[in-house]
């Protein structure tokens, strides 16, 4: 029961892996849409869900290849795939795909959840993680924080009122003009700023382990309105500097409340360079580990969802190959 492939296409990157046991990656494949939907400034449903029918097949081809295993008969022992959240369109071709799969090699089909599978990355990484530990998953759609003792065993600490982080990220890349998708932007543009050139203040700073955006983008828009000579830059390194502060002093909080060993990143946001490093420096200040997945295993893939699923068929076994996808799945809590 060690060999998985796991299929990934919940938004906007069609993915497919190969791994063993639940922990050696064998393959992972991302096709990225980014450029079909940057003219539009976001993810178009609609053209996101076509373009992972053209993209899914020969991205499993390159995942099976690249394991050195037989297109007709790779041996795989279970297919794996996202079953939300996510778009439904993009979801559904997913998991039309790996049922089909796994019916035509008659192996086990398991349905994951894309939140759960995040929790994977810094796990598949690293082989010592210290548990329990705190993850912070910070991504375009979501901002949880996950107390997690072992895999597959969850408490959920806290999460946002509204925004995302990475919708932050992206809306005010959005406003200030500097393209998509949105935090790397943000991040680059912040390179020439003084991130103390603007006193945001720091949403719900003290404010236990909840979290909220939106109030902070709106500060930016009326801010740029009220100061229109203001270097983007300067705009830029002040809101990332003002979410990093918030997203790691919750997420320390978060482990001191917990007795958390460990504090781990999650999600694409965990990509942003100034919060890696934030949390390293609190993290050692603090006596805890710091776990900080490659940016590839932060961002969408398949490898993460192979991890999780691997875990679910061994403690809930296949799922039923009439489970649906569930475009508002929420965080599995045990
Ligand atoms: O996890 P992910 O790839 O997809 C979702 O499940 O949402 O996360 C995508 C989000 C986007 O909002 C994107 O702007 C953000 O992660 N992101 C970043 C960076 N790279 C990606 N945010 C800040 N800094 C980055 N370097
Ligand atoms: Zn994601």
């Not at 497919?16 to 096709?31: F, H, K, N, T, Y």
């Not at 068929?313 to 599995?332: E, I, K, M, Q």
Request: charged residues 15%; hydrophobic residues 50%.
């Amino acid at each position: 029961m060690g060999l998985l492939l796991a299929l990934e296409t919940s938004c906007d990157e069609t993915a497919a892996a190969v791994v063993e046991d639940g922990r050696l990656v064998r393959s992972s494949v991302v096709s990225s849409q980014v450029d079909l939907h940057a003219r539009y400034g976001g993810v178009v449903p609609e053209l996101a869900g076509r373009a992972h029918l053209e993209a899914l097949l020969p991205v499993v081809g390159e995942a099976l290849r690249g394991a050195g295993l037989d297109l007709r008969r790779p041996g795989v022992d279970a297919v794996a795939a996202t079953v939300g959240p996510g778009l439904i369109g993009s979801l559904l071709v997913g998991v039309a795909a790996a049922k089909s799969l796994a019916m035509a090699w008659e192996v086990p089909f398991v349905g994951v959840n894309h939140l759960e599978g995040h929790l994977y990355a810094a796990l598949l990484e690293e082989g010592d993680l210290d548990f329990p530990a705190v993850v912070l998953l910070v991504s375009g759609g979501h901002t949880l924080l996950v107390s997690m003792t072992s895999p597959g065993e969850y408490r959920l600490l806290g999460r946002t009122v509204d925004d995302a982080a990475g919708e932050a990220f992206d809306k005010v890349a959005r406003f200030l003009g500097l393209g998509y998708p949105g935090g790397p932007a943000v991040e680059r543009a912040a390179r020439d700023g003084d991130p103390a050139a603007v006193a945001f203040t720091r949403p719900m700073l003290n404010d236990g382990l909840t979290f909220s955006f939106s109030g902070l983008k709106t500060a930016v828009v009326h801010h740029v309105r009220d100061h229109p000579e203001v270097s983007t830059p300067d705009v830029a390194a002040s809101f990332q500097a003002a979410v990093v502060e918030v997203l790691v002093h919750k997420a320390l909080a978060a482990a001191t409340a917990s007795g958390a060993r460990s504090v781990c990143l999650a999600g694409g946001v965990a990509a942003n360079g100034p919060l890696r490093q934030a949390t390293l420096d609190a993290c050692g200040a603090a006596g805890l580990r710091a776990f900080l997945p490659s940016r590839a295993m932060c961002t969408d893939n398949a490898a993460m969802i192979a991890a999780a699923g691997y875990h679910r068929l061994r403690s809930d076994g296949p799922s039923p190959l009439d489970a649906g996808a569930v475009p508002s799945l929420a965080f599995p809590v045990s």
